[in-house]
C-alpha cells in the first residue's frame, strides 16, 4: 500500500518540524514537501510536478491567505485533498473555505491523534471538522429532535444507526452490502431531511449549535 502523500505549507518552520515528527512514526504517511508561504508552494508544485494526496494548509501566511491557495488548488488540482489546521477559526471563514470545497478543518490547539485520524478519514474520502461527518450526522439528528423516524427510509435508518457506531462511509458500504457512492447518496438524503442542504449549511449548523466546537 502506498503511504499517503502529504504537503505541509504553514510559514511556522517550529510547527512544520512538530508535524513531521509526528509522522515520522507513521510509515502511511510521506512528507513529499513543505513551504513557508503560498508563492513557495506553487512554485514548488509546479516546478518539481509534486503528486499531493493531502494539502496540509494555514489560513494565515505572509503573501496570500491559505483561503485564496484553497480556491486556486481547487480550479487547478481538483483531486488534491485539502485539511486546514490553523487556529484562525471564524466561521465567516470556515464557512468561505467549506464552499471553495476542502475537506476538513482542525483547530492548531488538537491532539496529534486527532490529526491523525483527520489525515485517514480524509485520506479514504471522508470529511473532517472537528468530527467525522458519520458522528456529525447522529449529532444533528438529535439536535434536531422532533424529526421522526418515519422520515426515513429503512435504509436510512439504518445508515444512521451505523453512523451512531462512528463507522465511516467505506465501513459502512461493507456493512450493508453496497457501494461507497451509495452510502453517501444516502447520507445526502439524511441530510436534506434534517434540513441541511450542503456542506455549508451542515458546518454553519454544528457551529452555532455547539455540535462542532473549533
Known sequence: MKPIRLFLVDDHKLFRTGIKNILSNHDNFEIVGEAASGEEFFLLLHDNDIKIDILLLDIILPDMSGVLIAD?????????????????????????LVQIGIDGFIDKNAESEELIKAFEIIADGGEYYGRDIARIIHCIRVAKNDISDSAFTPRELGIIELCVKGLQAKEIAAALNISTGTVNTHKNNIFKKLGINNSVELVNYCISNGIVKL
Open 72 to 96: 486556486r488548488m481547487r480550479k487547478e488540482h481538483p483531486c488534491t485533498h485539502i485539511l486546514v489546521l490553523s487556529s484562525e477559526n471564524k466561521s465567516s471563514t470556515i464557512s468561505q
